[in-house]
């Protein structure tokens, strides 16, 4: 199944992560974290992604192994000094190098996905109504 499919399940239940949660596909597992991020107050993005070698799907796409989810304020702003001093605009950055990641697998013997990792701490505020202001929603 694509990661990028059409349907997309609702997360109505509560809703806490940790180490060893299951989910049937790559489009449950991320609208799942999405949803968590969306009720604790920050917003998730994708960060990396792995694929299987010599593994494709019936629809010519690469398989999927791992992936891993960041919070929107993940990293560190690094600015683009190319430019001469005269034509540079210094800006700021939401960037706050945000510890909060979680990754997950999908095993080839397995027909789940389930989280191997999780790093819960964030170093900034999280905003109770992020879902009306961040981009990701």
């Known amino acids: 199944m694509s990661l990028f499919g059409s349907e997309i399940p609702t997360v109505t239940e509560p809703l806490e992560l940790s180490i060893g949660c299951h989910f049937d596909t790559w489009i449950v597992a991320e609208n799942t974290i999405k949803e968590y991020g969306k009720r604790k107050g920050f917003a998730i993005n994708r960060h990396r992604v792995e694929y299987s070698e010599n593994q494709i799907t019936d629809l010519g796409e690469r398989v999927v192994r791992k992936r891993t989810y960041v919070c929107e304020y993940f990293g560190k702003y690094k600015p683009n000094k190319m430019n001469s ?3 540079q605009h210094n800006k700021g950055s939401k960037k706050t190098d945000c510890k909060w990641h979680v990754n997950l697998s999908k095993p080839k013997n397995t027909d789940f996905v389930h989280i191997t990792f999780i790093h819960p701490g964030h170093n900034h505020e999280l905003l ?3 879902s ?3 981009t990701a929603f």
Do not use: L, S, T, V
């Open 128 to 130: 109770a109504y992020n």
């Open 132 to 134: 009306i202001f961040a």
């Open 85 to 87: 001093i005269e034509q």
